[in-house]
């Protein structure tokens, strides 16, 4: 019995959550439904473990510079991006980030003007385990963009200049 006293109990709690009273035109109290939304993005969490493996892996070089001129290799939110136009699901995405981790080679590069700018990036020697990690939490997160990123990006790409590091629906 003290069960479903609790469970009726624990049911009107979660079901009118949301929900005021007021008065209407005529005087009569009616229910009023109300949801909450937000367009704020969540930042990154900077303090994760993969947050951590990324910049310690990965942003020592590829996390833009305060000018264009001086980058020595893409931006991670231009990594992201192409590997995103050409891989359309989160599956594909991790695998060509981590291929190209585990044994970078120009003739496999998506990022061809990179690699005639920067050349081939060395071999690395984080584990593919690692790899993993980080493309998934690249794919699965909003990247900060260096402050000129999008007006260069607009200016090579056209219109599509803005947003690159924005997440893509996930499958």
């Known amino acids: 019995m003290n069960i479903q006293i609790l469970f009726l109990g624990l049911t009107a709690v979660t079901f009118s959550c949301g929900t005021s009273t007021t008065e209407n ?3 009569e109290t009616i229910a009023v439904e109300t949801v909450a939304v937000t367009t704020e993005v ?3 969490d900077t303090v994760s ?3 951590m ?6 942003l020592i070089c590829h996390g833009g510079a305060p000018s264009h001129d001086e980058l020595i290799a893409p931006p991670m939110a231009a990594i992201k991006w192409r590997y995103s136009k050409q891989f359309d699901n989160k599956e594909d995405f991790v695998n060509g980030i981590v291929a190209w981790g585990v044994d970078p ?3 496999e590069a ?3 003007g990179a690699v005639k700018r920067f050349k081939v990036m060395p071999k ?3 584990s593919e385990e690692d790899l993993r990690v980080i493309a998934e939490f690249v794919y699965d997160n909003e990247l900060q963009e260096p402050e000129w990123f999008a007006e260069h990006f607009k200016k090579m790409h ?3 200049g803005k947003g690159m590091g924005m997440k893509k629906n996930q499958n």
């Open 25 to 27: 035109t005529e005087g």
């Open 110 to 112: 998506l990022m061809k």
């Open 42 to 44: 969540a930042a990154i």
């Open 49 to 51: 473990a993969n947050y």
């Open 53 to 58: 493996l990324l910049k310690n892996q990965c």
């Open 124 to 126: 690395l020697a984080t």
């Open 105 to 107: 080679k120009e003739e």
């Open 158 to 160: 056209g219109e599509g």
